[in-house]
């Protein structure tokens, strides 16, 4: 059940139910020490070997492990020097660094779906973020490890895997903008967000997503959201919203979320996906071809007019597609 949303230093917390404490409180408990069904938790996290640094951001840190019989994870760790030695103060850097490393771990309880990478566990020892180990006190955090993208992959593979991977992203876009706590926005999406495990795209980084379609009215008016007095930061004129094909309803621009996600997993992931390459028509053969043309020629004219067009409509049309690949 959604209780509400807030706005805090630019960034929203979702908070999700009573159940998780409120972030921004210095003591808030984030009882850690039995996560459920979960693999790891502060009991057993020792017995990870950290191999590698393999990712480093303003606020976390990534690494390669691994455990058991040599099964990799990957093991992300609060980080809040990097935001310090860029001219920020060292409070905000921290309570900027604690906040949002809740907020995932929190959507990554949440959010279930194939597609999103999963998490193993975590452990929050004292009142630290950064740690130097993982005994010492801070924020640890262990998701499943999968491999980097590259344009040439999602060019060059089978396109029956291609075609099957975008109705993968397509679907997984039907579910945020349908999950438990509301239509979910991007608000960033690039390649690098989406790994690969096991044959299947993974989104990794929950950290940008929110659930607050923007304000449409005029914006010489007060930025104050009208339901909860919360701080807007983000506002569309009417004429912008109806320009888009949506609907201004309530004071929110309905739609504007799912319609983000799709215009932008079109231009990060779907658009060298659904290009038929010369190794198709090998594949497929030249009627064969033909028949994937036509109907990738309607997808793309679909996910070129994101207003228009949900995701659930896309993935319909791509399965006609891939019954003709078989």
Same mark, same amino acid.
């Given at each position: 059940?959604?209780?509400?949303?807030?706005?805090?230093?630019?960034?929203?917390?979702?908070?999700?139910?009573?159940?998780?404490?409120?972030?921004?409180?210095?003591?808030?408990?984030?009882?850690?020490?039995?996560?459920?069904?979960?693999?790891?938790?502060?009991?057993?996290?020792?017995?990870?070997?950290?191999?590698?640094?393999?990712?480093?951001?303003?606020?976390?840190?990534?690494?390669?492990?691994?455990?058991?019989?040599?099964?990799?994870?990957?093991?992300?760790?609060?980080?809040?020097?990097?935001?310090?030695?860029?001219?920020?103060?060292?409070?905000?850097?921290?309570?900027?660094?604690?906040?949002?490393?809740?907020?995932?771990?929190?959507?990554?309880?949440?959010?279930?779906?194939?597609?999103?990478?999963?998490?193993?566990?975590?452990?929050?020892?004292?009142?630290?973020?950064?740690?130097?180990?993982?005994?010492?006190?801070?924020?640890?955090?262990?998701?499943?490890?999968?491999?980097?993208?590259?344009?040439?992959?999602?060019?060059?593979?089978?396109?029956?895997?291609?075609?099957?991977?975008?109705?993968? /992203?397509? !679907? &997984?876009?039907?579910?945020?903008?349908?999950? +438990? %706590?509301?239509?979910?926005?991007? #608000?960033?999406? @690039?390649?690098?967000?989406?790994?690969?495990?096991?044959?299947?795209?993974? /989104?990794? !980084? &929950?950290?940008?997503?929110?659930?607050?379609? +923007? %304000?449409?009215?005029?914006?010489? #008016?007060?930025? @104050?959201?009208?339901?909860?007095?919360?701080?807007?930061?983000?506002?569309?004129?009417?004429?912008?919203?109806?320009?888009?094909?949506?609907?201004?309803?309530?004071?929110?621009?309905?739609?504007?979320?799912?319609?983000?996600?799709?215009?932008?997993?079109?231009?990060?992931?779907?658009?060298?996906?659904?290009?038929?390459?010369?190794?198709?028509?090998?594949?497929?053969?030249?009627?064969?071809?033909?028949?994937?043309?036509?109907?990738?020629?309607?997808?793309?004219?679909?996910?070129?007019?994101?207003?228009?067009?949900?995701?659930?409509?896309?993935?319909?049309?791509?399965?006609?597609?891939?019954?003709?690949?078989?």
């Amino acid at each position: 059940m959604v209780i509400g949303i807030t706005v805090y230093v630019g960034f929203h917390i979702l908070q999700l139910g009573k159940k998780i404490a409120d972030p921004r409180t210095r003591d808030a408990p984030f009882d850690s020490h039995g996560n459920g069904d979960m693999l790891f938790d502060c009991t057993n996290l020792n017995s990870i070997k950290i191999v590698r640094e393999i990712g480093r951001g303003i606020y976390k840190a990534v690494y390669l492990g691994t455990y058991g019989s040599g099964a990799k994870v990957a093991v992300k760790t609060g980080l809040y020097k990097s935001c310090v030695a860029n001219g920020e103060r060292f409070w905000n850097c921290w309570h900027d660094s604690r906040i949002k490393f809740h907020a995932e771990i929190h959507l990554s309880q949440e959010l279930k779906h194939p597609n999103i990478l999963e998490l193993l566990g975590y452990c929050y020892r004292g009142k630290r973020i950064e740690t130097a180990s993982l005994v010492d006190e801070g924020l640890v955090a262990v998701y499943e490890y999968g491999e980097p993208l590259n344009q040439t992959f999602l060019r060059e593979s089978p396109i029956r895997w291609r075609l099957q991977a975008a109705i993968d /992203l397509l !679907d &997984l876009l039907h579910y945020l903008d349908k999950s +438990p %706590i509301g239509s979910l926005r991007f #608000q960033d999406l @690039r390649r690098r967000h989406f790994l690969l495990k096991n044959g299947v795209l993974k /989104l990794i !980084d &929950l950290e940008g997503l929110h659930n607050v379609e +923007p %304000i449409c009215r005029d914006l010489e #008016q007060s930025n @104050r959201d009208p339901d909860a007095n919360r701080i807007i930061y983000e506002t569309i004129k009417p004429n912008e919203c109806s320009r888009l094909n949506l609907s201004c309803v309530d004071g929110y621009c309905a739609g504007f979320n799912a319609m983000n996600g799709l215009r932008k997993m079109n231009f990060f992931m779907l658009q060298y996906m659904l290009d038929v390459q010369q190794s198709d028509e090998l594949t497929l053969g030249a009627l064969g071809t033909k028949r994937v043309r036509d109907s990738l020629f309607k997808v793309q004219r679909m996910l070129n007019e994101p207003g228009n067009y949900k995701a659930s409509a896309v993935k319909k049309r791509l399965l006609e597609a891939i019954s003709v690949v078989g």
